[in-house]
């Protein structure tokens, strides 16, 4: 078995990883979209609406944070994730807002009113 400190790290690691690839995801909807790539721009678009239906059926915390909180008695912002402490704070806000202008940018280049 191993031990909290280790089972600790464990989901910090993997909660990372998973922040990254949605951050990823977030990040190049705007990318794809410029590009004309519209059914990657859908596809990452769904994959990110699905962290967001996961997450509000969650009272908006990442299940991950639950499997966390096992292990440490530590609350801060970052305590469960890789991440500075100011992000991990303002994350929601921060991607919420990229995710919103990805889809902005990539409506306007599929409507054709920038070329």
Excluded: Q
């Excluded at 519209?38 to 596809?43: E, F, H, K, L, S």
């Excluded at 944070?65 to 994730?81: G, L």
Aim: charged fraction near 15%.
């Amino acid at each position: 078995m191993a031990s909290p400190a280790k089972a600790l790290r464990t989901v910090k690691l993997v909660h990372t990883l998973v922040w990254a690839f949605f951050a990823g995801c977030i990040l190049a909807i705007p990318i794809v979209g410029w590009m004309g790539r519209y059914a990657y721009a859908a596809v990452l678009s769904g994959i990110v609406l699905v962290e967001a239906l996961l997450l509000v059926l969650n009272g908006w915390r990442c299940p991950l944070t639950a499997v966390a909180t096992r292990y440490t008695d530590d609350r801060r912002d970052n305590f469960d994730i890789y991440l500075p402490e100011w992000l991990a704070r303002h994350n929601k806000v921060i991607f919420t807002t990229l995710y919103v202008a990805g889809m902005f940018v990539t409506a306007v280049r599929w409507a054709g009113w920038l070329r």
